[in-house]
């Protein structure tokens, strides 16, 4: 997969890698690759019952801590009219809840 800025539209790899800026052409997209600052920050993260989980760390032990670390159960409740909808403000790691 990859993320999208929606805002200025470069596109990044699953590693963090910048792989798309629409404003430039390719010789200057070699630059913008070859520049380390070009990169953003790769985060563990998964999926569970739709809802997207994403340990904010990214340090050396961050993906072994996920991995370690079940992120909680949260109930779903049911509107009236029968559709889905929360939202919550969750601490920094699924850990702290």
């Known amino acids: 997969g990859s993320l999208l800025?929606?805002?200025?539209?470069w596109r990044f790899d699953g590693d963090g890698n910048v792989v798309a800026v629409?404003?430039?052409d390719e010789d200057e997209?070699?630059?913008i690759r070859?520049?380390?600052?070009?990169?953003?920050?790769?985060?563990?993260?998964?999926?569970?019952?739709g809802i997207l989980w994403v340990w904010a760390d990214n340090g050396k032990d961050a993906a072994?801590?996920?991995?370690?670390?079940?992120?909680?159960?949260?109930?779903?409740?049911?509107e009236a009219?029968?559709?889905?909808?929360?939202v919550m403000e969750l601490p920094w790691n699924w850990?702290?809840?």
């Open 5 to 9: 800025c929606s805002y200025h539209g």
């Open 29 to 31: 997209m070699a630059k």
């Open 81 to 86: 009219n029968g559709a889905e909808e929360q």
């Open 34 to 49: 070859a520049n380390p600052k070009s990169t953003c920050n790769k985060f563990p993260a998964q999926v569970i019952d």
């Open 64 to 78: 072994l801590e996920a991995a370690l670390t079940a992120p909680p159960v949260i109930p779903r409740p049911q």
């Open 95 to 97: 850990r702290e809840l």
């Open 22 to 24: 629409p404003q430039v």
